[in-house]
């Protein structure tokens, strides 16, 4: 009797645009949020995630059948699939949302995964992204998203190692003690930390090839899924400007200008 044979692998990977990791942050002269009138550019944990995916099919050869990488964002946001996929994805999904919409908040963005990962007759095997975006910090989507599925995660990977006939992920991840090795049943959520790997440069000819790529267009409400913010912004300002510090010449001199300044002290 034949072994069966197995089942050639299925990565996604979620990626955001995001303002540039260069760009000087500032408020809206409205304080409604950041100046989003500036570059943008892939997050670069998700950059991260790009590029672990394409490692695990060079190392894996055929036993990876396909990368798809998937965005949810305004149509400038197909840019940056379009990086994704010079990079060595092989398909993308763009979930697009208005110019003017607010980002969605990473709730939404795992159910429109979970709904994503739903429609694919082939099934996927292993999601890898960012461990957090650079804009909002959150780091909460790639938990979120293995709690709605029920599959194992692995957050802040510093390695990754699959074996495909096993159908099981070996991670190393970073902890404040140190590293810690888990032993992760497919389909797994792996969560990208920035000793992972760095990022390749996307070629001339991949770039070229990149426009030809196929990117599937769809909506929130064609998955099913309100992505509407649970939260409300009132107010977003700048901090107050530091202001400079002074010298003193000896500590009697210290003493009295915190005493001036209100601090005083008290006996034990």
């Not at 110019?99 to 996927?124: H, N």
């Not at 190692?161 to 992760?184: H, M, S, Y």
Request: hydrophobic residues 40%; glycine residues 6%.
């Amino acid at each position: 009797m034949r072994p069966s044979a197995v089942r050639l692998l299925n990565i996604l990977v979620p990626i955001k645009r995001a303002v540039d990791y260069a760009v000087k942050i500032r408020v809206n002269p409205e304080q409604t949020g950041i100046d989003l009138n500036v570059k943008h550019s892939m997050n670069p944990f998700d950059e991260i995630a790009v590029e672990e995916a394409v490692r695990i099919r060079e190392r894996l050869k055929d036993a990876v059948k396909s990368i798809k990488v998937v965005t949810i964002g305004p149509p400038k946001s197909a840019e940056t699939l379009r990086t994704a996929l010079a990079m060595g994805a092989d398909s993308a999904v763009h979930v697009e949302i208005p110019e003017s919409a607010p980002s969605p908040e990473p709730l939404g963005v795992a159910k429109t995964l979970k709904a994503l990962i739903e429609r694919q007759k082939e099934g996927v095997d292993i999601v890898i992204l960012g461990k957090q975006a650079i804009d909002d910090d959150a780091g909460q989507t790639g938990q979120m998203l293995a709690g709605l599925m029920g599959w194992s995660q692995a957050t802040f990977a510093s390695k990754v190692e699959v074996n495909p006939e096993q159908k099981v992920a070996n991670i190393t991840r970073e902890i404040d003690g140190g590293l810690e090795e888990l032993k992760c049943k497919l389909p797994v959520i792996i969560t990208t930390d920035l000793r992972l790997n760095e990022p390749r440069y996307a070629s001339l000819p991949n770039i070229m090839k990149a426009k030809k790529k196929p990117v599937e267009k769809l909506t929130a409400a064609e998955l099913g899924v309100d992505i509407t913010p649970r939260l409300e912004t009132i107010k977003v300002t700048e901090p107050p400007k530091r202001v400079g510090g002074g010298k003193v010449a000896n500590v009697d001199e210290l003493l009295t200008k915190l005493k001036e300044a209100g601090f005083t002290g008290k006996r034990a």
